[in-house]
């Protein structure tokens, strides 16, 4: 089917609309509407005349429009106050400056539907930072009638995270579609917590899509996730669900991820815990004044659950070597580290001002190692009020537990 077979049906073409639910209120809270056309062959996805760049943008616009309008009738018809997010090409919106798209939630709002209820989840934004800009400005229109606005982040890549913050928008779209048959690789964990800072910094809400199985939607609920969206809650479909459709399955699951996240932070506590009071006995015994010896015997005191210890000064210059065991199981010195300074690191500062008041140590969240490229902890303890010992965790050790 090309493009003029697709124009030339407009009477067959209809939005289909997936629910997407909420955890606040574990419920429904909108539908993403989704094109689709009657052929021989039964409905079928419009995704590859929207994707086409061969195609006129006028013909996209026309049943890009035909799409929305229709979709507004049926949530009239309806009459709820749930949202309705529209799909918006970067792209097209560019073409004729987003006024097709203003033109119609004029008339939207004329009917009856309020600018709060729609939301324009914006895609293909990979372009010139002049583009960019005059993206930015439609957007910004948008939002100042009320209108929310949707960016896509697709991947488990960096790429494109400056470009969302440029862009502002409401909500972050994060797919979690490609890693349906797959753990979670170290970097997409990264992207996650930028994306997540990214929110909190801007006051985006975090929506996951492509959730087809429990395992997703506890990553996405463990990774700050508001709204879910995915075949596990339902495909696109030509009707509408009861609101609390879903209610009694997300009280059910969550309470499960409840008590397994409680389960997990009293461990990482009482791991804390051991560490304090353990450390607290082998530096009590040790006499030494060698920076170097204090750090060995700390990191040989606890076994597997080290790989690496270093100490600091309170302005994050490191007075030691690494303490490090290599692949063979064996310890050695790396004397090539001491003089640097850490104090760059994100929350180094914050957690030296915490121990040096509360004299505990502290754990630090789960991150990618710079050397080694595997996830690990780090747990940090005043030696006395100037330096601090910093003893890196492997990832295996905390596995073991279940304290990752």
């Not at 499960?256 to 560490?275: A, C, G, M, V």
């Not at 006499?287 to 302005?315: M, P």
């Amino acid at each position: 089917m090309d493009a003029l077979d697709v124009m030339g049906k407009k009477e067959e073409i209809f939005p289909y609309f997936q629910p997407i639910v909420s955890a606040d209120k574990q419920q429904i809270i909108g539908y993403e509407v989704l094109g689709r056309i009657n052929t021989e062959e039964g409905m079928k996805s419009l995704g590859f005349f929207f994707q086409d760049q061969s195609i006129p943008e006028e013909y996209i616009l026309e049943i890009d429009t035909h799409i929305r309008d229709c979709a507004i009738d049926l949530f009239l018809e309806r009459g709820t106050g749930q949202s309705v997010f529209f799909n918006a090409s970067a792209r097209h919106l560019l073409f004729d400056h987003g006024e097709t798209l203003t033109h119609s939630l004029e008339e939207y709002f004329n009917k009856g539907i309020a600018y709060e209820q729609i939301v324009i989840e914006v895609s293909d934004y990979d372009i010139a930072d002049e583009s960019l800009q005059k993206l930015q400005h439609i957007l910004t229109y948008y939002k100042s009638l009320g209108v929310q606005v949707a960016i896509s982040h697709a991947g488990n890549t960096m790429s494109n995270i400056e470009k969302i913050a440029i862009l502002n928008p409401n909500i972050i779209k994060v797919g979690l579609l490609n890693l349906k048959d797959k753990g979670m690789p170290p970097e997409y964990r990264e992207v996650l917590y930028a994306l997540s800072m990214l929110g909190r910094k801007i006051g985006a809400t975090l929506l996951f899509e492509g959730i087809e199985a429990i395992g997703q939607l506890k990553y996405a609920w463990e990774n700050g996730g508001r709204y879910y969206q995915g075949h596990y809650f339902g495909k696109p479909e030509a009707e509408f669900h009861d609101v609390n459709k879903y209610r009694a399955l997300l009280t059910k699951e969550f309470q499960h991820f409840i008590t397994h996240e409680r389960k997990r932070l009293l461990s990482l506590y009482e791991l804390s815990q051991n560490f304090n009071r353990h450390l607290q006995q082998q530096l009590k015994r040790n006499k030494q004044h060698d920076w170097n010896t204090i750090v060995s015997e700390a990191a040989h005191s606890l076994g597997n659950a080290c790989f690496r210890g270093y100490i600091c000064d309170e302005d994050g210059h490191q007075v030691s070597a690494n303490y490090y065991r290599n692949g063979d199981g064996n310890w050695e010195f790396q004397p090539e580290y001491e003089g640097d300074n850490w104090s760059w690191r994100p929350y180094f500062l914050e957690n030296i001002v915490r121990m040096k008041h509360d004299q505990v140590g502290i754990l630090s969240d789960l991150y990618s190692d710079i050397e080694t490229n595997e996830l690990i902890r780090t747990y940090s303890y005043p030696i006395n009020e100037s330096y601090y010992l910093f003893l890196d965790i492997p990832y295996l050790y905390l596995y073991e537990r279940d304290d990752y």
